[in-house]
């Protein structure tokens, strides 16, 4: 849906401003990314996947800050040594997952 932003003026606010169309994010790219979907779902339950470890672990604080609003969080294979990075994560409660 995103390709539909940039129809014209009008279609690009409604998908800046329609908080359930950020509500489910494929994290594919930067931390950056995720950071912009998660101001533009306007505090709604989320649906996070992620693709690559190294984004996770770089989100850590962030997914840490927003954990409450975590619905679904799918994460990529990770190694044993990436473990103790994502206990702060884990140990964070999550009400609606």
Same mark, same amino acid.
Request: hydrophobic share 40%; aromatic share 6%.
């Given at each position: 849906?995103?390709?539909?932003?940039?129809?014209?003026?009008?279609?690009?606010?409604?998908?800046?401003?329609s908080?359930?169309?950020?509500?489910?994010?494929?994290v594919?790219?930067?931390?950056?990314?995720?950071?912009?979907?998660? #101001?533009?779902?306007?505090?709604?339950a989320?649906?996070l996947?992620?693709?690559?470890?190294?984004i996770?672990?770089?989100?850590?604080?962030?997914?840490?800050?927003?954990?409450?609003?975590?619905?679904?969080?799918?994460?990529p294979?990770? #190694?044993?040594?990436?473990?103790?990075a994502?206990?702060?994560?884990?140990?964070?409660?999550?009400?609606?997952?």
């Open positions: 849906w995103t390709p539909l932003m940039l129809v014209c003026r009008r279609w690009r606010e409604v998908g800046r401003t908080a359930h169309l950020w509500q489910t994010v494929d594919n790219s930067s931390p950056e990314g995720l950071r912009l979907a998660l #101001e533009r779902s306007q505090g709604a989320l649906e996947s992620f693709h690559h470890d190294s996770v672990l770089s989100s850590i604080s962030l997914l840490t800050r927003q954990a409450y609003r975590l619905r679904k969080l799918l994460l294979p990770m #190694e044993g040594s990436d473990l103790p994502l206990r702060a994560l884990l140990s964070t409660d999550m009400p609606v997952l």
